[in-house]
């Protein structure tokens, strides 16, 4: 009797460290940001009346801004002109929790600038280009406003 009463106990202690030692096939949650409710498309216009769009994703608990998309409109000696970019499969993460800026490289004045209201949800920035390839190199600054869609 004490022997099987031995075996029972072993096979229980057994079994625990069994159980206690395999590894969880459950993955860990990923990380959200502070603000996840910002992550989405964000549509909108411009102050010359153009379509802006804004697509922002989450990437290890940070925001980033995956694509932004406008049109602007410049004059320079004469010239009227519109140009519009499209910037798709980018990781530019948010300087702060609802807030981005980006400066393309390309002229100290290229850059794009946007803030993020979380209690309406919605979306103020603006956008500057300088144009070089023109007489004058005009540099133009536009406002736009989004929401969430």
């Known amino acids: 009797m004490k022997t099987i009463q031995s075996f029972f106990i072993m096979l229980i202690t057994v079994g625990v460290l069994a159980v206690s030692c395999t590894k969880s096939e459950d993955p860990a949650p990923a990380p959200t940001p502070k603000y996840p409710q910002l992550m989405g498309t964000w549509q909108g216009f411009t102050s010359q009346n153009d379509t802006v769009i ?3 994703t989450n ?10 998309k406008y049109g602007i409109l410049y004059q320079a ?14 990781t530019i993460p948010f300087a702060t929790d609802n807030m981005f800026a980006y400066n ?3 002229s100290m004045h290229d850059s ?3 803030t993020f209201n979380v ?10 280009r300088e144009f070089t390839s023109r007489p004058g190199s005009p540099i133009v ?6 929401t969430k869609k």
């Open 77 to 90: 000696t004469g010239i009227y002109d519109k140009v519009d970019a499209d910037f798709d499969n980018q």
């Open 119 to 128: 209690a309406d949800l919605s979306l103020t920035g603006t956008i500057s």
């Open 112 to 114: 794009i600038i946007g």
């Open 59 to 68: 990437t290890g608990a940070t925001l980033n801004l995956k694509r932004y």
């Open 141 to 146: 600054r536009v406002t736009y406003t989004a």
């Open 104 to 106: 393309n490289g390309l």
């Open 54 to 56: 804004f697509i922002v």
